[in-house]
């Protein structure tokens, strides 16, 4: 498998990309507009919002973390191809050509 075949399989649509940004941005927007508009006091906002804040910047650390394992097994498993196919090139270089 070539490098370039496997970046091609990873790249989004562009319509992909903006409901994706689009869908984050409403649910944030909205979220944050029900916060403002509740019939209670500014502490009980505050703390709503804070969990808000708190619950956004949770989800990047996360989706983070799972990108970078998924980009960490994918480089240990090329790894080990190129160590396979160089044993079998030792053994059989044939197998090569």
């Known amino acids: 498998m070539s ?6 399989s990873q790249d989004h649509s562009g319509a992909w ?3 994706t940004w689009a869908s984050f941005i409403l649910s944030v927007a ?10 209670v006091d500014g502490w009980q906002k505050a703390f709503l919002g804070m969990g808000l804040l708190f619950t956004v ?3 990047f650390t996360l989706s983070k973390t799972v990108r970078d394992q998924h980009e960490q097994q994918r480089l240990t498993a090329r790894i080990d191809e190129a160590r396979v196919t ?5 053994v059989d270089p044939v197998v090569l050509k």
């Open 3 to 8: 490098r370039q075949s496997t970046n091609a």
């Open 17 to 19: 990309v903006v409901q």
């Open 30 to 39: 909205v979220t944050s507009m029900g916060i403002y508009h509740l019939p």
């Open 57 to 59: 910047g949770s989800t």
């Open 86 to 90: 160089k044993l079998l090139a030792e």
